[in-house]
Every structure is written in C-alpha cells, then in structure tokens.
C-alpha cells in the first residue's frame, strides 16, 4: 500500500491484488508501538484502515484476488491470477510478505495478538514481569528468549528434543541465565484463556504425559515461511526462499521488484516494509520513465 502511495501520487495506473486481508498480518496486532507517529500506539487495523485509505485517495485500485503466476512477455509482465485473469503491466512489485510456521494446535488462531505471538522485537514489551514460553530450538527462538529476559520475569523455552539447534554461543548465554528454564522432549497441545492467553497443555513426548501450565504469552519460532512460491520461476530467491533485491528493491528481472517482509533482509517489520515500499514506488516511476524515453 506504501509503494501505491507513490506509484499513485506519480499518477501511474496502479493496482494491488490481495488474496486475503487487506493491511497484510500486522491486521491482527492489537497494538503496534514501534511505528513511528504514534506515541501511544496504534492497533494494527487502524494503521492499516489508514494506510488504505491514503492509497485509495491517489487512486490506488485495490482487488482481493491472489496473484497465481507471472509470465515475462517482452516489455510487458503478465499477472495471472486466482479468477483465472491475466492482467498486462510494466512493473510489478511483488509485496506477499511471509507465513509463520504455525504449531496448529485449538487456541493458537483464536488467541493470535492476544498472547501467541510470533514476533520478540514487535510483542516482547507488552509481557513486562509476566511469565512466557518460547517455542523452538533455532537460533531465533534462543536469541529471542534471550531478548525476552529484558520484559518477562520468567521465559520457558519448550523444545521437542533434549538439545537446542541454536548456536553454541547462543545456547551458552542462554543457559547462564536464570530467568530462562527450558522444558525438553515437550510439545504444546492447545493454548487456553479466555480474552488472553491464560494456560498451555504441555505435552512430554517421551512419557507421553500432559500437564497445564500457567502463563500469560507464547512466543512461536519454529520458522517463516516467504510467499514465494508463485515467484520462484521467475525472480532469484536467497537459500531460505526470500526474493534478492538491489537496494532500490530492483530483483534480477527488468520492471519487477520486491519490499517488505518477503524480501532477503535482516528485519521484517512494518517500518522496514514501509521503507521498502516508498522505495518500490520510487524504482517503478523511474523504470517507467526511462521506458516512455527510449520510445520517444
Ligand atoms: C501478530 C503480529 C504482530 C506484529 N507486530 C508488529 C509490530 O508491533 N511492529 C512491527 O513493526 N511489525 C510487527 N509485525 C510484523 C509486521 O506485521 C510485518 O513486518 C509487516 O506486516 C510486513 O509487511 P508486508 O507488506 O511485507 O507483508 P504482509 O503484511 O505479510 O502482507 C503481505 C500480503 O500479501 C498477501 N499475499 C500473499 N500472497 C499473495 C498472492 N499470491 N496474491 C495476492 N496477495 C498475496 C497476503 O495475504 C498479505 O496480506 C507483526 C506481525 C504479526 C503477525
């Protein structure tokens, strides 16, 4: 919607497809603190009613229907899309964000901003002296346990084995820690409450016994997933799976670029995806300029 901001105030045609929730995941955060402009916070659905709103009064058009494939045709990028239309464009700014893992467990939908959490840098403050779990063994749920000691009186990491992947450094500043105890060979089998998160059912996959533990958040790191499967023909994407970009968000392809969270990047939050998109937008009035030039 940033990128639209621009591509729109330059007065180019634009049009954003979304296949599920206009305003992308932060829609479901109950309060973002750390956006810039908002020094009380704001809910995620009001910043991004907002942002909508601002894209629209440029003349963004905005269509809730997915984007299935794209095809290179000369000059011209063909979007194909999931009511089976193929839409003909110069640029393309492919801004389809990441999927967290999920656990897939009754309560971790339902509950989603209000206690789950996948997200240390964008939660983590509001669990101050409360008592958390983390879920995970990698490197970002032991350096996020780790980052979570700063707010919560008490973070149990539960991991399915008896030995994190993390690395050792990470482990070994982990375990000098005596705010962080770990919870091995155990699972979560559903998460309770009733406005917040208020209890887990741990699961120890080795006695096969469960208990109800107390706790008021649950930080999720199991893995991102980036939504590019539907890309990956056409642009280059790093080991992990997320778009390479120039640092005008240009990929390998002439006329398509990338912003936000699905791209190659060390933070994924709404101020870096703003950035990157106000970038995108710049980059494709330039593209288009430089192709209406050399026609000329
Ligand atoms: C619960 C929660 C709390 C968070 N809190 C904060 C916070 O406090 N502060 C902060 O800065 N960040 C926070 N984040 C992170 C923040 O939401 C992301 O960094 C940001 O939303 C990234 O924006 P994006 O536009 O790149 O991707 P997304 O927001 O993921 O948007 C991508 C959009 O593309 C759509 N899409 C995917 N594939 C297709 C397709 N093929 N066709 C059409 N549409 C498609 C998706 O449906 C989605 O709406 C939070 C995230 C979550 C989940």
């Given at each position: 919607m940033t990128a639209g901001i621009y591509t729109g105030r330059a007065k180019l045609k634009t049009l954003l497809l979304e296949e599920?929730?206009?305003?992308?995941?932060?829609?479901?955060?109950?309060?973002?603190?750390?956006?810039?402009?908002f020094p009380k916070g704001i809910s995620g659905s009001d910043l991004t009613s907002a942002i909508e709103e601002q894209a629209r009064s440029f003349g963004v058009e905005i269509c809730e229907i997915g984007a299935t494939r794209i095809e290179l045709n000369g000059e011209n990028r063909i979007v194909h899309t999931t009511d089976d239309r193929m839409i003909t464009t110069k640029t393309i700014i492919i801004a389809a964000g990441t999927q967290n893992i999920k656990l897939n467990v009754p309560g971790e939908k339902l509950f989603t901003g209000r206690g789950v959490s996948y997200c240390a840098q964008c939660d983590g403050a509001f669990f101050k002296d409360k008592e958390i779990i983390v879920v995970g063994g990698g490197d970002t749920a032991i350096g996020d346990a780790i980052f979570l000691t700063r707010f919560a009186r008490k973070v149990s990491v539960v991991h399915r084995r008896d030995k994190l992947r993390a690395e050792k450094i990470l482990q070994e500043r982990a375990f000098s820690i005596p705010s962080i105890e770990f919870i091995w060979d155990s699972v979560i089998t559903g998460i309770e409450g009733k406005k917040t998160v208020e209890a887990v059912s741990l699961k120890n996959l080795k006695t096969d016994t469960v208990v109800t533990k107390r706790i008021d958040g649950v930080f999720i790191f199991i893995g991102n997933n980036p939504n590019t499967g539907f890309v990956k023909d056409i642009v280059t994407l790093d080991e992990s799976g997320y778009i390479i970009t120039d640092?005008?968000?240009?990929?390998?392809?002439?006329?398509i670029f990338a912003a936000g969270d699905i791209r190659s990047k060390m933070v994924r939050q709404v101020a870096t995806a703003v950035g990157d998109g106000a970038m995108a937008g710049s980059s494709v009035q330039r593209y288009i300029e430089k192709l209406e030039t050399v026609k000329k």
């Open positions: 599920k929730a206009i305003g992308g995941e932060i829609v479901v955060a109950d309060i973002v603190e750390n956006y810039p402009g640092e005008n968000m240009g990929t390998n392809q002439p006329g």
